[in-house]
């Protein structure tokens, strides 16, 4: 490796040991949850779904998180993930919007739905999962358009980091989904 090399991956690490450092000594910035009755999901594809009454204060709160986020979704009460997994293989061969892909071994013993991050904006990305958002090739859940058939009763948990966490942050998603085991998305 040479000198040049060397010198911008020692700054790499110092630069993940000191927010690491941070993250240790002060501990996350937020942490939030809410429940999302997927049974109870309007229609927001034409209207603002921050602005609905049963939603305002969620994306209030979510707004608010101006950090990078990790999250994931819990599946609530006892529920057939065999039925969660056949209908989204049902509403993906419809094709109407991108989502996640499904893992290659699913374990279907599990209590968590996906694992995901984003670097700024949680309130979009969960907006996106929701299936309200109008670019139809943005990946998400797309739950509107499968999960509210199924009735599916989930937590949205939310860990908002000090800015600063975005590059380290890939590493959290990684250890999250090997402990919680999603039933969808990739995280070999």
């Known amino acids: 490796m040479t000198e040049n090399n060397n010198n911008f991956l020692q700054q790499i690490i110092d630069y993940a040991i000191l927010h690491l450092q941070l993250l240790k000594a002060k501990g996350i910035k937020r942490e939030l949850s809410y429940p ?46 065999n039925a969660i997994i056949e209908a989204l293989k049902a509403y993906k061969l419809r094709n109407e919007k991108n989502t996640p892909a499904l893992r290659s071994r699913i374990e279907y013993d599990t209590s968590t739905l996906y694992v995901g991050k984003v670097k700024t904006g949680v309130w979009g990305r969960v907006i ?61």
């Not at 939310?158 to 999603?182: C, H, N, T, W």
Request: net charge negative; proline share 5%; glycine share 6%.
């Open 36 to 81: 999302l009755q997927c049974g109870s999901l309007e229609d927001f594809n034409h209207t603002d779904i921050r602005q609905a009454p049963a939603y305002e204060k969620m994306f209030a709160e979510l707004k608010e998180a101006d950090g990078p986020v990790l999250y994931w979704f819990d599946i609530v009460e006892n529920t057939d993930t």
């Open 128 to 188: 996106q999962h929701l299936g309200f958002y109008r670019v139809p090739q943005t990946q998400g859940l797309q739950l509107y358009y499968w999960a509210k058939e199924q009735g599916l009763c989930l937590t949205l948990n939310v860990l908002e980091f000090e800015k600063g966490m975005e590059d380290i942050l890939p590493i959290f998603e990684y250890s999250f989904a090997k402990k919680l085991r999603p039933l969808i998305g990739k995280h070999s």
